[in-house]
Protein backbone atom coordinates (compact mmCIF):
# COMPACT_ATOMS: atom_id res chain seq x y z
CA UNK A 1 0.00 0.00 0.00
CA UNK A 2 1.26 3.48 -0.86
CA UNK A 3 0.19 6.49 0.25
CA UNK A 4 -1.13 8.98 -1.81
CA UNK A 5 1.33 11.69 -3.46
CA UNK A 6 -0.88 14.07 -5.66
CA UNK A 7 0.81 17.05 -7.71
CA UNK A 8 -0.51 19.99 -5.76
CA UNK A 9 0.15 22.45 -9.22
CA UNK A 10 -2.54 20.54 -10.79
CA UNK A 11 -5.06 22.66 -8.72
CA UNK A 12 -3.87 25.69 -10.91
CA UNK A 13 -4.27 24.11 -14.49
CA UNK A 14 -7.31 22.23 -16.59
CA UNK A 15 -6.16 19.25 -14.46
CA UNK A 16 -7.73 20.77 -11.03
CA UNK A 17 -11.00 18.82 -11.27
CA UNK A 18 -8.56 15.11 -10.83
CA UNK A 19 -6.53 17.00 -8.06
CA UNK A 20 -9.50 17.98 -6.33
CA UNK A 21 -10.64 14.03 -6.14
CA UNK A 22 -7.46 13.21 -5.37
CA UNK A 23 -7.34 15.32 -2.36
CA UNK A 24 -10.36 14.26 -1.32
CA UNK A 25 -9.68 10.80 -1.26
CA UNK A 26 -6.76 11.67 0.60
CA UNK A 27 -8.88 12.79 3.36
CA UNK A 28 -11.32 10.51 3.27
CA UNK A 29 -9.37 7.13 3.09
CA UNK A 30 -6.19 7.97 4.28
CA UNK A 31 -5.91 11.17 6.47
CA UNK A 32 -2.41 10.74 4.73
CA UNK A 33 -1.56 12.44 1.33
CA UNK A 34 1.82 13.98 -0.25
CA UNK A 35 1.93 16.81 -2.29
CA UNK A 36 4.59 17.18 -4.58
CA UNK A 37 4.77 20.81 -6.42
CA UNK A 38 3.45 23.00 -3.38
CA UNK A 39 5.02 26.10 -5.06
CA UNK A 40 8.13 26.15 -1.41
CA UNK A 41 11.32 26.67 -3.75
CA UNK A 42 13.55 23.31 -3.24
CA UNK A 43 16.12 25.49 -2.67
CA UNK A 44 14.44 26.52 0.45
CA UNK A 45 14.10 22.89 1.15
CA UNK A 46 17.07 21.98 0.73
CA UNK A 47 18.24 25.27 3.25
CA UNK A 48 15.66 24.00 5.68
CA UNK A 49 17.38 20.30 5.76
CA UNK A 50 20.80 21.12 6.27
CA UNK A 51 20.21 23.54 9.04
CA UNK A 52 17.82 21.42 11.13
CA UNK A 53 20.56 18.25 10.56
CA UNK A 54 23.46 20.88 11.73
CA UNK A 55 21.14 21.78 14.60
CA UNK A 56 20.91 18.20 15.66
CA UNK A 57 24.56 17.67 15.71
CA UNK A 58 24.62 20.46 18.22
CA UNK A 59 22.28 18.39 20.66
CA UNK A 60 23.32 14.64 19.86
CA UNK A 61 25.60 14.68 22.55
CA UNK A 62 22.75 15.61 24.92
CA UNK A 63 20.34 13.16 23.80
CA UNK A 64 22.63 10.08 24.12
CA UNK A 65 23.28 11.40 27.32
CA UNK A 66 20.11 12.78 29.02
CA UNK A 67 17.58 11.35 27.20
CA UNK A 68 15.32 8.87 28.94
CA UNK A 69 14.22 6.61 26.67
CA UNK A 70 18.31 5.81 25.98
CA UNK A 71 18.70 5.34 29.56
CA UNK A 72 15.81 3.05 30.06
CA UNK A 73 16.81 0.85 26.95
CA UNK A 74 20.30 0.48 28.22
CA UNK A 75 19.11 -0.47 31.78
CA UNK A 76 16.67 -2.91 29.71
CA UNK A 77 19.47 -4.54 28.16
CA UNK A 78 21.59 -4.79 30.96
CA UNK A 79 19.02 -6.62 32.53
CA UNK A 80 18.91 -8.73 29.57
CA UNK A 81 22.65 -9.45 29.87
CA UNK A 82 21.93 -10.76 33.13
CA UNK A 83 19.38 -13.64 32.01
CA UNK A 84 16.40 -11.66 32.35
CA UNK A 85 13.55 -11.79 29.11
CA UNK A 86 14.11 -8.79 27.21
CA UNK A 87 10.87 -6.64 27.07
CA UNK A 88 9.95 -3.13 25.61
CA UNK A 89 10.43 0.33 26.76
CA UNK A 90 6.81 1.59 28.01
CA UNK A 91 5.75 5.05 27.92
CA UNK A 92 9.18 6.91 26.00
CA UNK A 93 9.90 7.60 22.46
CA UNK A 94 13.33 7.41 20.54
CA UNK A 95 12.91 11.10 19.45
CA UNK A 96 14.95 14.44 19.83
CA UNK A 97 12.65 17.15 20.07
CA UNK A 98 11.88 21.17 19.74
CA UNK A 99 9.81 23.37 19.11
CA UNK A 100 9.43 26.44 17.08
CA UNK A 101 6.95 29.29 17.56
CA UNK A 102 6.57 33.22 17.28
CA UNK A 103 6.91 34.03 20.55
CA UNK A 104 9.26 31.88 22.02
CA UNK A 105 13.24 31.61 21.83
CA UNK A 106 14.83 29.94 18.82
CA UNK A 107 18.28 28.19 18.15
CA UNK A 108 20.93 30.82 17.31
CA UNK A 109 23.44 28.22 15.97
CA UNK A 110 23.51 27.49 13.19
CA UNK A 111 23.33 30.91 12.47
CA UNK A 112 21.45 30.91 9.57
CA UNK A 113 18.69 28.73 11.48
CA UNK A 114 16.70 31.53 12.40
CA UNK A 115 16.30 33.28 9.08
CA UNK A 116 15.75 29.62 6.99
CA UNK A 117 13.21 28.41 9.41
CA UNK A 118 11.31 31.61 9.46
CA UNK A 119 11.09 32.02 5.73
CA UNK A 120 10.34 28.21 5.48
CA UNK A 121 7.39 28.89 8.27
CA UNK A 122 6.08 31.50 6.22
CA UNK A 123 5.79 29.47 2.88
CA UNK A 124 4.22 26.52 4.64
CA UNK A 125 1.94 28.53 6.64
CA UNK A 126 0.76 30.08 2.69
CA UNK A 127 0.46 26.30 1.95
CA UNK A 128 -1.78 25.54 5.01
CA UNK A 129 -4.52 28.32 4.31
CA UNK A 130 -4.65 27.46 0.37
CA UNK A 131 -5.17 23.81 1.64
CA UNK A 132 -7.75 24.86 4.30
CA UNK A 133 -9.38 26.66 1.27
CA UNK A 134 -9.25 23.45 -0.64
CA UNK A 135 -10.65 21.20 2.19
CA UNK A 136 -13.57 24.16 2.67
CA UNK A 137 -14.63 23.83 -1.10
CA UNK A 138 -14.72 19.66 -1.06
CA UNK A 139 -16.65 20.12 2.45
CA UNK A 140 -18.87 22.96 0.82
CA UNK A 141 -18.06 25.29 3.41
CA UNK A 142 -18.69 28.96 3.14
CA UNK A 143 -14.59 30.37 1.88
CA UNK A 144 -12.56 31.10 5.03
CA UNK A 145 -14.94 29.25 7.38
CA UNK A 146 -12.21 27.18 8.67
CA UNK A 147 -10.18 29.75 9.95
CA UNK A 148 -12.97 31.86 11.14
CA UNK A 149 -13.46 28.90 13.56
CA UNK A 150 -10.11 28.53 14.18
CA UNK A 151 -9.71 32.11 15.20
CA UNK A 152 -12.47 32.21 17.13
CA UNK A 153 -14.32 34.82 14.88
CA UNK A 154 -11.54 36.97 14.48
CA UNK A 155 -10.41 37.59 18.25
CA UNK A 156 -7.50 35.32 18.25
CA UNK A 157 -4.64 33.91 15.78
CA UNK A 158 -5.04 30.45 14.72
CA UNK A 159 -2.30 28.41 16.87
CA UNK A 160 0.41 27.98 14.44
CA UNK A 161 3.60 25.97 15.63
CA UNK A 162 6.83 23.97 14.30
CA UNK A 163 7.73 20.38 16.28
CA UNK A 164 11.86 19.30 14.59
CA UNK A 165 12.19 16.05 15.38
CA UNK A 166 15.15 13.44 15.14
CA UNK A 167 15.26 10.00 15.05
CA UNK A 168 18.73 8.75 15.86
CA UNK A 169 20.07 5.30 14.78
CA UNK A 170 19.15 3.23 17.84
CA UNK A 171 21.05 -0.11 18.49
CA UNK A 172 17.61 -2.28 19.82
CA UNK A 173 14.80 -0.75 17.52
CA UNK A 174 12.49 -3.78 18.19
CA UNK A 175 12.57 -2.37 22.19
CA UNK A 176 11.23 1.24 21.62
CA UNK A 177 8.94 3.08 19.90
CA UNK A 178 10.22 5.89 17.83
CA UNK A 179 7.27 7.86 18.41
CA UNK A 180 3.82 6.05 20.07
CA UNK A 181 0.86 5.71 17.96
CA UNK A 182 -1.12 8.71 18.05
CA UNK A 183 -3.59 11.03 16.41
CA UNK A 184 -3.19 14.80 15.99
CA UNK A 185 -4.62 16.77 18.24
CA UNK A 186 -5.55 20.14 15.92
CA UNK A 187 -6.06 20.48 12.79
CA UNK A 188 -3.92 20.52 9.47
CA UNK A 189 -0.39 18.87 9.92
CA UNK A 190 2.49 19.54 6.86
CA UNK A 191 5.30 17.49 7.99
CA UNK A 192 8.97 17.95 5.63
CA UNK A 193 10.10 14.25 6.76
CA UNK A 194 13.27 12.88 5.74
CA UNK A 195 13.70 11.87 2.58
CA UNK A 196 16.13 8.70 3.14
CA UNK A 197 15.13 6.93 5.94
CA UNK A 198 11.95 5.78 6.54
CA UNK A 199 9.77 5.00 9.69
CA UNK A 200 6.29 6.86 9.35
CA UNK A 201 3.49 4.82 9.35
CA UNK A 202 0.10 5.18 9.04
CA UNK A 203 -2.91 2.86 10.44
CA UNK A 204 -5.29 2.30 7.11
CA UNK A 205 -8.28 1.86 7.26
CA UNK A 206 -8.53 -1.81 6.46
CA UNK A 207 -6.56 -2.20 10.30
CA UNK A 208 -2.81 -2.30 8.41
CA UNK A 209 0.24 -0.37 8.99
CA UNK A 210 1.26 1.26 6.04
CA UNK A 211 4.44 2.95 5.08
CA UNK A 212 4.66 6.50 4.62
CA UNK A 213 7.00 6.12 1.90
CA UNK A 214 10.17 9.03 1.73
CA UNK A 215 9.80 11.45 -1.36
CA UNK A 216 12.14 14.17 -2.30
CA UNK A 217 11.44 17.53 -1.01
CA UNK A 218 7.27 16.26 -0.37
CA UNK A 219 5.28 17.65 2.18
CA UNK A 220 2.87 15.31 4.26
CA UNK A 221 -0.05 16.44 4.96
CA UNK A 222 -2.45 14.56 7.45
CA UNK A 223 -5.34 16.18 9.82
CA UNK A 224 -5.95 16.09 13.25
CA UNK A 225 -9.40 15.38 15.71
CA UNK A 226 -10.45 19.38 15.02
CA UNK A 227 -10.83 18.26 11.51
CA UNK A 228 -12.40 15.09 12.45
CA UNK A 229 -15.31 16.59 14.21
CA UNK A 230 -15.85 19.69 11.86
CA UNK A 231 -16.34 17.33 8.83
CA UNK A 232 -18.54 14.97 11.45
CA UNK A 233 -16.32 11.99 10.19
CA UNK A 234 -16.11 12.48 6.90
CA UNK A 235 -11.94 13.43 7.29
CA UNK A 236 -11.10 10.79 10.42
CA UNK A 237 -7.58 11.94 11.85
CA UNK A 238 -5.51 9.08 11.32
CA UNK A 239 -3.22 7.16 13.90
CA UNK A 240 0.10 7.46 13.01
CA UNK A 241 3.44 5.95 14.38
CA UNK A 242 7.47 6.43 13.65
CA UNK A 243 9.79 3.22 13.97
CA UNK A 244 13.05 3.41 15.83
CA UNK A 245 16.07 2.06 13.19
CA UNK A 246 18.73 0.42 13.53
CA UNK A 247 20.78 2.88 10.64
CA UNK A 248 20.14 6.50 9.92
CA UNK A 249 19.27 9.30 11.62
CA UNK A 250 15.11 10.28 10.65
CA UNK A 251 14.68 14.17 10.58
CA UNK A 252 11.09 14.74 10.72
CA UNK A 253 9.63 18.81 10.98
CA UNK A 254 6.23 18.65 11.44
CA UNK A 255 4.18 22.22 11.45
CA UNK A 256 0.87 22.39 12.86
CA UNK A 257 -1.98 24.75 11.75
CA UNK A 258 -4.26 24.88 14.67
CA UNK A 259 -7.41 26.44 16.23
CA UNK A 260 -6.97 28.94 18.81
CA UNK A 261 -7.49 27.69 22.50
CA UNK A 262 -10.83 29.82 23.13
CA UNK A 263 -11.97 28.73 20.12
CA UNK A 264 -15.19 26.48 19.95
CA UNK A 265 -15.07 23.66 17.53
CA UNK A 266 -18.40 21.60 16.23
CA UNK A 267 -19.61 19.81 13.56
CA UNK A 268 -20.01 22.58 10.54
CA UNK A 269 -21.89 19.52 7.66
CA UNK A 270 -24.01 16.66 8.68
CA UNK A 271 -23.02 13.28 9.58
CA UNK A 272 -22.81 11.37 6.50
CA UNK A 273 -25.25 8.64 6.19
CA UNK A 274 -22.58 5.68 6.62
CA UNK A 275 -20.50 7.15 8.89
CA UNK A 276 -20.71 5.09 11.33
CA UNK A 277 -20.59 7.63 14.76
CA UNK A 278 -23.95 6.85 15.21
CA UNK A 279 -24.88 10.91 15.30
CA UNK A 280 -23.06 14.14 15.26
CA UNK A 281 -19.51 14.38 16.95
CA UNK A 282 -19.75 16.67 20.45
CA UNK A 283 -19.08 20.39 20.52
CA UNK A 284 -16.31 21.69 23.08
CA UNK A 285 -13.58 24.20 23.33
CA UNK A 286 -10.11 23.44 21.64
CA UNK A 287 -8.61 24.59 24.97
CA UNK A 288 -10.76 22.01 26.96
CA UNK A 289 -10.00 19.63 23.98
CA UNK A 290 -5.92 19.79 24.85
CA UNK A 291 -6.07 19.69 28.49
CA UNK A 292 -7.65 16.40 27.83
CA UNK A 293 -5.32 15.35 24.99
CA UNK A 294 -2.07 15.64 27.19
CA UNK A 295 -3.25 13.20 29.61
CA UNK A 296 -4.36 10.70 26.96
CA UNK A 297 -2.72 11.41 23.68
CA UNK A 298 -1.80 7.59 23.04
CA UNK A 299 -5.01 6.41 23.86
CA UNK A 300 -8.20 5.92 21.59
CA UNK A 301 -9.50 9.40 20.79
CA UNK A 302 -13.13 9.17 21.07
CA UNK A 303 -12.98 9.21 24.76
CA UNK A 304 -11.16 12.58 24.09
CA UNK A 305 -14.37 13.82 22.57
CA UNK A 306 -16.16 12.94 24.97
CA UNK A 307 -14.54 14.51 28.17
CA UNK A 308 -13.82 17.41 26.41
CA UNK A 309 -17.64 17.88 25.91
CA UNK A 310 -18.05 17.08 29.44
CA UNK A 311 -16.68 19.83 30.98
CA UNK A 312 -18.12 22.28 28.39
CA UNK A 313 -20.96 20.79 29.80
CA UNK A 314 -19.76 21.24 33.62
CA UNK A 315 -19.34 24.78 33.69
CA UNK A 316 -22.26 25.81 31.58
Given at each position: MAIPVIDFSRLDGDERAAALAEIAAGFEQ??????????????????VKKVCSDCY?????GFNGSNPAVKALAA???REGEGLAPRKVEGMDWEDV??????LPWPSIPPTFKETMMEYRTELK???????????ELLGLAEGQITKVFSKDGDFKPFYG???SHYPPCPRPEMVDGLRAHTDAGGLILLFQDD????????GRDGRWADVQPVENAIVINTGDQIEVMSNGRYKSAWHRVLATRDGNRRSIASFYNPARAATIAPAIPAAADSGTGGDYPSFSFGDYMEVYIKQKF????PRFAAAAAIKTTVD
Open positions: WGFFQLVNTGIPDELLERKLREELVEFTLHDDKLAEKLLGVMETKVRVGGLQVLQDKE
